[in-house]
């Protein structure tokens, strides 16, 4: 495992684009330490971020790893090249002179994808965890870990979206290609969601609920749905409001996860078979 690392981060560190791509990543999630400071006008008094108490435990471990999970299409940019460039520089068919298998040089992605992305999530606990110190009313240590689960699900969601983006690098060869088919899946799905919402307003056939727990880029989206309506501007600034007052569920659902393991599972077996049977 450690020579498979060894070959893949190298490659990560003769990349510019790669090492660009995550410098900017990185700039934005420490960036989100001085969020707080900002300051916005609400009925002509001045409050910053912080006072409106969105950065108090345990609520940022939901927001901060919504939000931040946005930018996992920068780090995508990087999967995608960084599989794009082995065919283009022929480093596959040179791996293979060396002694590779075919497996080994899928593995050695999604071992790349694995330490990459616990880096990350890392990186991500360790701003939740100092926003929440600095900004927070709450302290007590008892209720600072109350939602983590919200760090595991980024770190699960995240794994399956770049396993994707590693298949569709090695599906289409180029990584404008990969993001593409990314996003015309995406918008695939979006044509699903429209078709199961007629027939469910048409005839009562809510297949939507199942599909969203099926379709790969749903199930890697809602293992962290969006924070925003737990709360509500009012007169007197931001109130959480009552869980009754809403169906939804906003916590991170076991079958996301079960899905989201299954479909990193498929993808990279996928990438693996495609391999297989291309001639480099």
Known sequence: MNRLLDIEF???????????????????????????????????????????????????????????????????????????????????????????????????????????????????????????????????PNLIFINIEFIAAFFISHIAFFAMCLFAGVLVKRSAFALGIIGIWGIFELVIFGISSYLDLKFGWSVWDLLRDVLPLNSISNLVVEPFSKVSIVKTGIETLSQSEFEKDYGVRWINVIVCAIWTALFTYWSYILLKRRDL
């Open 10 to 140: 190298h490659k990560f560190r003769n990349s510019k684009s790669s090492k660009v791509l995550t410098i900017i990543y990185l700039v934005i999630v420490v960036a989100l330490m001085f969020v707080g400071l900002y300051e916005i006008e609400i009925k002509g008094t001045k409050a910053s971020l912080s006072d409106l108490g969105i950065f108090d435990f345990p609520f940022i471990w939901h927001l901060s790893t919504y939000l931040i999970s946005f930018l996992k299409f920068l780090i995508a940019i990087v999967i995608v090249s960084l599989v794009a460039n082995e065919y283009s520089n022929r480093t596959l068919k040179q791996n293979l002179i060396d002694g590779l298998s075919k497996k080994e040089l899928i593995l050695s992605k999604f071992y790349f994808i694995l330490i990459f992305t616990t880096m990350l999530t890392a990186l991500v606990f360790l701003v939740c965890l100092l926003l929440g110190l600095i900004y927070s009313s709450i302290t007590e």
